[in-house]
């Protein structure tokens, strides 16, 4: 058994450990708030995104990612047309280089918040010192621009107003047709409904088609807006395709109308020349023939057809209207041992012949010059 002095050095110790520890503990945080060395909080910076609207944001109100929160706005600032929302993100969620952002609320009365579109999976990621575009944020309609929508939806099914107000019974004339038509066929809808059923079968069973189905719809929907200019350039075209064949069936139409009033008259003409038009043919057939197979020589004499017709007219003078023929007259040449007896005697009818000539050499005479001059003619 422990004795009463026993008991009181031991509950002295107990207060005075105690006591330490609460020094121990004063003194660690008095220290870590003078030096800010410790610090549990999460690392945060910002992410700032461009919206159509902020209504029913605002600051204080939560970042998510897949439902889980992951930042707060900061700061809201009209930009021009558009909004933008500066929002803490935590450092450690890692953001793709094409992530979106939409404002969401869970039901009418409550606040929007900011959703990422998708989580980082590989690849580049985003740039948190731009903003995400605004091509790549969505913001749902309000609920007067549902309201506006479903009044121009309504209008348009009643109808345009003329100038006394009054509209034309277009739904009620629609719906009655449609009961007119279905009237007397209810045994065959309930028929219909009941295969369609059988067909469809537990939808728990095709759960897991219909998400593939909706999965498959959704990448095709998106393949249409990713490559939508060259959709519209396709259908632009095929427009005025569509354009181009309409007119040209028209023109068709017209050329087929005017074959059918010029084929009678046609008819008889060819019956009632029929014997000269076929011994016409036979006459044309062998010429033809023979200008086939000598296709090549046509196309020659064709190729130069535009040669001799600009030689034709450089040969022709316009100021003295008359064609520009030069002539000149032939010559011969005499090779001898005595050119210079020759030159004497051809220089005594026409003196072109140089009297020093050596031996071998070639002399060259006018012939006309020489005949004439034979004649008497100097």
């Known amino acids: 058994m422990r004795t009463d002095a026993g008991k009181g050095v031991l509950m002295r110790r107990t207060v005075l450990l105690g006591v330490s520890i609460l020094g121990i503990v004063a003194l660690t945080g008095s ?9 549990f909080s999460t690392r945060t910076s910002a992410v700032c995104a461009e919206f159509t609207d902020a209504v ?3 600051e204080g109100n939560s970042v998510t990612m897949l439902g889980v929160v992951v930042g707060t706005v900061e700061r809201i600032e009209s930009s021009g047309d558009s909004v933008v929302v500066t929002m803490d993100v935590d450092d450690s969620v890692r953001l793709p280089a094409d992530v979106g952002a939409v404002t969401l609320s ?3 009365v409550t ?8 989580p980082y999976r590989e690849g580049p990621e985003l740039d948190r010192t731009n903003c995400i575009p605004l091509d790549r944020t969505r913001t749902p309609l309000g609920i007067s621009d549902t309201l506006d929508a479903v009044t121009e939806l309504a209008s348009d099914l009643l109808g345009p107003a003329d100038a006394t107000g009054a509209r034309e019974d277009i739904l009620g004339d629609t719906l009655r047709s449609v009961d007119g038509s279905l009237r007397g066929s209810g045994a065959q809808l309930n028929a219909a409904l009941k295969q369609l059923a059988e067909l469809v079968g537990e939808p728990a069973d095709r759960d897991t088609t219909v998400r593939r189905l909706i999965d498959n719809l959704d990448g095709l929907i998106d393949t249409f807006a990713v490559s939508w200019p060259d959709v519209a350039k396709l259908l632009d075209n095929l427009k005025a395709g569509m354009i181009t064949l309409s007119e040209f069936t028209q023109a068709f139409g017209g050329a087929v109308l005017l074959t059918v009033d010029f084929i009678p008259p046609l008819v008889r003409t060819i019956a009632k020349y029929d014997d000269k038009v076929y011994a016409l043919a036979d006459q044309l057939i062998p010429v033809v023939d023979v200008a086939l197979g000598r296709i090549g020589d046509i196309k020659d004499i064709l190729e130069q057809v535009p040669t001799v017709s600009d030689n034709l007219t450089t040969m022709y003078d316009s100021d003295l209207q008359s064609g520009r023929l030069i002539y000149h007259p032939p010559r011969f040449e005499i090779d001898t041992n005595s050119p210079n007896e020759i030159c004497a005697l051809l220089n005594t009818y026409s003196p072109t012949c140089s009297a020093n000539q050596q031996r071998g050499d070639v002399i060259d005479v006018g012939l006309v010059q020489l005949i004439l001059g034979s004649a ?3």
């Not at 220290?31 to 610090?39: E, L, N, Q, Y």
């Open 31 to 39: 220290a870590a708030s003078a030096s800010g060395v410790i610090d």
């Open 56 to 58: 029913g944001l605002y």
């Open 106 to 108: 869970s039901s009418i």
């Open 111 to 118: 606040d929007r918040h900011v959703e990422f579109t998708e």
């Open 376 to 378: 008497g003619w100097r």
